[in-house]
């Protein structure tokens, strides 16, 4: 339509969107995420025997079932031990055709907000303490019972480790304007893991996103303008690029 808009265009969007492309996208720049394995749900009506020894072969309990195409934690289940397998991926497996399954870790759960196109800026890190077992679907829009804490209670090197990471999660996928990135921490502050990156956050002034640029200066109505302002620059910058057809039409021209 030629119509400037924030945040990611199609890729951007696309790949933030699927966890399993996702993980294959961070994985080829060397970001660092959870061991995971992915299921088709062909498969799993197939020989749910067999898709559970595999991934047992592959990852160890806990782990986490997920479909791959879904946001807010809908579908998602902790899988504590054998017994719980089956019921997470058939549960999983109603929102989409591709299960992705993780590595359950001992972490915490950290976030970064991430501004700007070809040159984007993290914002302070920030750290959701979830009153439920994870930030589950009820975690998050029902029970209330979830503290955030900004900025984290982190390390300076790690707190730099998150930041530095979120911009290359966010130049990976190719995205623009906004998104959050999610982390886990692990407990004895050893390892960061970049869990995924979410191209349209949460927005309203108790958000995650909003709360993190505040928290780093800037208003929430100065983001707005902000994002905004990207919006039209990566507009201008689009209009630059000339579509192949375009360049036919002027050789028929000829």
């Excluded at 928290?215 to 209009?239: F, K, N």
Aim: glycine content about 8%.
């Amino acid at each position: 339509a030629g119509i400037p808009y924030v945040g990611a265009g199609v890729l951007g969007s696309a790949v933030g969107m699927d966890k399993d492309v996702m993980k294959q996208v961070f994985i080829a720049h060397g970001l660092p995420i959870v061991p995971f394995a992915l299921i088709l749900r062909h498969q799993w009506q197939k020989d749910p025997q067999a898709v559970q020894r595999d991934v047992e072969h592959r990852l160890s309990y806990p782990m986490f079932a997920k479909p791959a195409n879904m946001g807010s934690s809908v579908g998602v289940g902790k899988i504590h031990g054998p017994q719980e397998f089956a019921s997470a991926i058939t549960d999983a497996a109603k929102y989409d055709r591709r299960i992705v399954v993780e590595q359950g870790v001992d972490a915490r759960e950290c976030e970064c907000a991430v501004l700007g196109n070809d040159e984007p800026q993290a914002s302070v890190v920030g750290e959701i303490v979830p009153g439920n077992e994870f930030y589950d679907y009820r975690a998050k829009y029902v029970d209330d019972n979830s503290d955030l804490v900004i900025p984290a209670a982190l390390p300076p090197h790690l707190l730099e480790e998150i930041r530095s990471i979120s911009i290359r999660a966010f130049q990976a996928v190719d995205a623009c304007g906004m998104a959050r990135v999610d982390f886990f921490v692990a407990r004895d502050l050893s390892a960061v893991w970049l869990n995924e990156i979410n191209t349209i956050p949460g927005f309203t002034r108790i958000s995650m996103y909003p709360k993190l640029w505040e928290a780093s200066g800037l208003s929430y109505p100065a983001l707005v303008d902000r994002l905004i302002e990207l919006a039209i620059e990566r507009h201008q910058d689009r209009v630059q690029s000339r579509a192949a057809l375009d360049d036919m039409a002027g050789e028929l021209d000829v």
